[in-house]
């Protein structure tokens, strides 16, 4: 009997302790475009990042600081560290100094979320650039010692473009060229939203055939959640 109350109390504390709230609050950043910035959401409320940002302050410490540098229109270009220079073909695509990784690293994060969804392949950037694109910036992150985790591409229409299907299956390829290359952190933002045709499911799309609506931020949201960052940066 005893010995079961021994192991009834370990287990209960254990439970606590992986439900606790953080002692010190967590400060993530977040790298992206529009659906990072909010788009398609039908307010501010509604994003995945800012649910993100609720369930952070209501569950693990009501001081949490999520610092988001996304921008409508943005590529991996933009995240791009302040001293890079774009090849001649991308030259109009510079990092943006004010929300790149140069400037998510000096907000000195315990974490960084990078979420580019599609405007790479609507741009038609090659499978090459993007992966080198992300392995700069990550290497960068891994340098400074600092979790990161990785959004995978997301479908989108492509409504009326000559390229539609080749774009499409850019998304597709990177979607699994960024599954293999962080195995570990990546976040799957791209299956059960797609159509089989390769668009965003009628159910999820806020109507421009681009961006998701809130049903589809809320899958974000939860599947952000499910990876347990809290509790990664809370051990």
């Not at 002692?23 to 800012?50: E, H, K, Q, R, W």
């Not at 999520?66 to 001649?88: D, E």
């Not at 990546?186 to 809130?214: P, T």
Request: glycine fraction near 4%.
């Amino acid at each position: 009997m005893k010995l079961f109350i021994l192991y009834f109390l370990i287990l209960n504390a254990f439970i606590f302790r992986l439900n606790a709230q953080c002692t010190s609050p967590i400060n993530i950043v977040v790298l992206g475009s529009s659906t990072s910035f909010g788009t398609g959401a039908s307010n501010t409320d509604s994003t995945y990042v800012n649910r993100y940002l609720r369930f952070l302050l209501d569950s693990v410490n009501s001081s949490c600081v999520i610092h988001n540098l996304a921008r409508s229109g943005y590529s991996t270009y933009s995240m791009q560290p302040s001293s890079y220079k774009p090849p001649s073909k991308r030259v109009r695509f510079v990092p943006d100094t004010l929300r790149n990784i140069t400037k998510a690293l000096s907000l000195h994060p315990d974490a960084i979320i990078i979420n580019f969804p599609s405007n790479d392949a609507g741009s038609f950037f090659s499978l090459k650039e993007q992966k080198d694109n992300f392995l700069r910036v990550t290497h960068l992150i891994d340098s400074a010692g600092i979790p990161f985790w990785i959004t995978t591409t997301q479908p989108r229409n492509f409504t009326g473009d000559a390229l539609a299907l080749e774009k499409k299956a850019l998304l597709s390829e990177m979607r699994n060229s960024i599954i293999e290359m962080y195995p570990d952190n990546f976040i799957d933002f791209y299956d059960g939203i797609q159509s089989k045709s390769g668009n965003i499911l009628a159910a999820y799309n806020c109507g421009d055939n681009i961006h998701l609506n809130d049903a589809g931020h809320r899958l974000l949201f939860l599947r952000l959640k499910d990876k347990k960052i809290h509790r990664i940066l809370c051990l």
